[in-house]
């Protein structure tokens, strides 16, 4: 059983079309990553959001903490092939040292 | 800096055989962890660390031992290698287990276990 689960798990769209990528789980985080990963390189942080409620803007993306902390969202505006990749939501457990991943969404966007 | 650095890249054991990953990161992080990526499933953790001395179990730790004789390495040992571990294994460092501290993976190790 998946703690964090992320939808949906594959996304193909055309360039310029917007996209929401999901981020759920029954458990209450101190905080939750959002990293992208390419082919043959581990993945790299994209944003932490801490706070219920926060948003965090990063270009084109936007990141948004659910108020009770148990989930996130990732809004990709016009997106573009540069896009392209895996996206993993990460969650550190509230009162453990663990972090961790969802299943991950991976993204293809079509010239 | 080098980073998180991982060897070997990619590795192929038969059934039983036993071999160590290893992970260096030269950024004096306190944290250290090790994961598996399977297709579908994303990273699962697998043990981690705190600090020097210090380790713990994650999701999936059967099969896998791991020690922290220094802040710099965290080996992760396979003693029995099973078809089963196939996967790509990832060493990540961080400054602190806290909220906020990003974690810096290595470039993973290709495990093909027949």
């Known amino acids: 059983t998946q703690l964090l689960e992320q939808s949906p798990q594959f996304l193909s769209i055309q360039e310029g079309e917007n996209l929401t990528v999901y981020c759920n789980s029954s458990?209450?985080?101190?905080?939750l990553q959002w990293y992208r990963q390419e082919p043959g390189e581990g993945p790299v942080l994209l944003v932490t959001v801490v706070t219920g409620g926060e948003v965090k803007k990063l270009k084109r993306l936007t990141f948004q903490f659910g108020d009770a902390r148990k989930d996130s969202s990732l809004h990709i505006t016009a997106a573009q092939p540069g896009d392209t990749g895996l996206y993993l939501c990460a969650g550190l457990i509230q009162g453990a040292q663990k972090l961790v991943f969802g299943q991950g969404t991976r993204l293809t966007i079509n010239p | 800096n080098a980073g998180v650095t991982q060897t070997p890249k990619f590795q192929v054991l038969k059934t039983g055989q036993s071999m160590t990953l290893q992970c260096a990161q030269d950024?004096?992080?306190?944290?250290m962890s090790w994961y598996r990526q399977d297709p579908g499933m994303g990273l699962r953790l697998i043990h981690y660390s705190v600090g020097a001395g210090i380790t713990d179990q994650g999701e999936v730790p059967n099969g896998y031992n791991v020690s922290r004789s220094t802040t710099e390495d965290f080996p992760l040992r396979l003693l029995s290698a099973a078809p089963s571990q196939t996967s790509v294994y990832f060493c990540a460092s961080s400054y602190s287990w806290t909220g906020g501290s990003p974690l810096h993976f290595g470039n993973g190790t290709r495990l093909t276990v027949t």
């Open positions: 950024m004096n992080h306190e944290y």
């Open positions: 458990s209450v985080f101190s905080s």
